[in-house]
């Protein structure tokens, strides 16, 4: 993938996940899509063990992560654990491909295909090794037919149908995986918009951290004329302008202090609050934040972060936001907290969850964790929300 820092994050690309039995050529075919040679491909059965991701570019869809993943009828001695990281992939899966040998039955296929369509996600079928039949053609009508799906032949080893295969990925792309602006739908190009952006123990040396990133770039893109500071500067910035800022959007850690010395004239939001809204559901973080009053010193509270990191003295999510709760519910609230893939399955123990802005993840991955909580009843908001519920303001910020 070369440099990170001039590639377009995997979270905000569209996902597409390879399924198929072991050695049905995922390997050779996600070579062949991404055009590089970045899976290992073998004749030894099993040799895909984790799912592996990489990255491309697939015009007009834009940047595209493509996921290739272990043979779901492993039977290799790690074959119940791939094939768990194998089902793991299906919430962050926008467009599923699944590949299907020339020759193979169609029994465990259909199989997952029902799960699936159970998790509501767009498949094409991939019909694969195509040279080594002569009705490979007749095989994927048939195929399309009976599985209720469009299928595409393909030969990873000769290239034959690689351009149809991406054609038909443009063509059945979900049209919303992610949406279309961050901020951008707070201004109207010439704007001035002022980032209030501490420089804490959490941010990389010599770099932003990525919400501010990509609020910066979306922000670019919108014809915003943009002001970036630390909390320090605010003040120095806004004596500056010959008028108020259209805009000002801060770190939440800050929300209090930048909301007393904000203009009445601008509006007011947080990165995580914008991210809430870009990543999740924010009607659901809106009615999650309001379960703070009622939270009880017997509770317990779920903390959930996107990102696996190291954690440090004065750590929003693992010292701040407990610190905030113990605070306002009492010292007895038990905080459990889960980072990266780790979300518990049964959440029912909880009386709240409170997510990270989920910067890391993509959209489906956040929404298939909201509405997890909503179906076991169990409120959840994010960082943001909470900070500017905490602090009384959640009702004078911009949310939507």
């Known amino acids: 993938m070369g440099d990170s820092m001039t590639n377009t994050p995997l979270s905000m690309r569209m996902t597409i996940a390879v399924f198929g039995r072991t050695n049905s050529g995922k390997s050779s075919l996600v070579n062949r899509i991404v055009g590089s040679e970045v899976s290992l491909v073998s004749s030894v059965r099993g040799t895909t063990t984790d799912p592996v991701t990489r990255a491309m570019e697939l015009y007009p869809i834009g940047p595209c992560a493509v996921i290739d993943t272990a043979g779901f009828e492993d039977e290799t001695e790690l074959g119940e654990l791939r094939t768990e990281r194998t089902k793991a992939v299906l919430d962050k899966t926008d467009l599923a491909l699944l590949v299907l040998a020339a020759d193979e039955e169609t029994e465990s296929a259909k199989q997952w295909l029902s799960i699936l369509e159970e998790k509501k996600i767009t498949t094409i079928g991939v019909l694969n090794q195509c040279d080594l ?14 599985f209720g799906i469009p299928f595409v032949q393909t ?5 034959e149908g690689i351009e149809a295969l991406k054609s038909a990925i443009v063509a ?3 049209k919303d995986f992610e949406l279309s602006e961050i901020a951008g739908h707070l201004i109207e190009p010439g704007d001035t918009v002022l980032l209030v952006m501490p420089q804490d123990i959490q941010a990389p040396k010599g770099r932003l951290i990525l919400p501010q990133v990509q609020v910066t770039r979306d922000l670019l893109d919108h014809g915003a004329v943009i002001i970036s500071v630390t909390k320090e500067q605010m003040e120095t910035a806004l004596s500056a302008l010959s008028s108020p800022p259209k805009l000002i959007i801060t770190d939440s850690q800050v929300f209090p202090f930048v909301y007393e010395k904000k203009p009445k004239e601008s509006l007011l939001t947080s990165f995580s609050v914008l991210l809430a809204r870009y990543k999740g559901d924010i009607g ?12 009880k010193e017997t509770d317990r509270v779920l903390i959930a972060e996107a990102c696996s990191h190291n954690p440090q003295d004065g ?10 709760l113990r605070k306002k519910v009492g010292e007895g609230l038990t905080i459990d907290i889960v980072s990266g893939n780790d979300f518990p399955e049964d959440l029912s123990g909880y009386a709240l969850v409170v997510h990270c802005g989920g910067c890391m993840f993509n959209r489906r991955y956040m929404l298939n964790r909201v509405r997890a909580a909503k179906g076991q009843n169990v409120p959840i908001t994010n960082y943001g929300m909470l900070i500017a519920k905490l602090s009384g303001i959640l009702d004078k910020i911009v949310i939507e």
């Open 284 to 295: 659901a973080f809106l009615e999650g934040a309001k379960a703070i009053d009622s939270l």
């Open 315 to 324: 750590d929003i999510g693992r010292v701040k936001i407990p610190n905030l």
């Open 172 to 174: 059945h792309a979900p």
């Open 155 to 159: 030969s990873a080893l000769s290239g």
């Open 133 to 146: 039949v002569s009705d490979g053609e007749e095989r994927a009508k048939k195929l399309s037919k009976e």
